[in-house]
């Protein structure tokens, strides 16, 4: 019984704490990262795309590791990234100093998406070492 408990917290434990980290930056003001517009725009939207990213394999690593296919891992973990993304935005509501944007919950569902379908499409293709590496992580 122990063992499946550490099972599941090591699955679900850093997707959960990554949501809350989520929820942590969108809880607060930004500061701005330049001075120049697009230049601000761009790191912030490369933001998105990255905690949005990492969430989704989070998500996957956690799906695999309780036996589901890889098929719908992916599938569940940008739908699943992409739900959290909407509901960060509606929060940011409610939220002084913040605003949603349908735009951001596009940006945060494409980088789940993009980085999904890159450790499905090609981690297969990738050198021993590298796919070993996943493999311990518990990706592939």
Request: hydrophobic letters at 50%.
């Amino acid at each position: 019984m122990e063992k499946k408990i550490i099972k599941f917290l090591n699955l679900w434990l850093p997707p959960v704490l990554w949501a809350g980290l989520i929820f942590k930056f969108s809880s607060g003001v930004v500061p701005s990262a330049s001075q120049i517009f697009w230049q601000d725009f761009a790191v912030k939207k490369v933001g998105h795309f990255f905690l949005f990213g990492v969430l989704a394999i989070l998500i996957y690593r956690g799906l695999i590791g309780q036996g589901m296919s890889r098929k719908k891992s992916a599938i569940w973990a940008v739908s699943l990234a992409f739900f959290y993304g909407a509901t960060d935005e509606y929060h940011q509501m409610f939220t002084q100093g913040r605003e949603a944007r349908f735009r951001d919950v596009m940006i945060d569902g494409v980088g789940a998406g993009v980085v999904i379908y890159l450790i499905y499409r090609f981690i297969s293709k990738l050198p021993k070492k590298i796919q070993s590496f996943f493999l311990e992580f518990g990706i592939y």
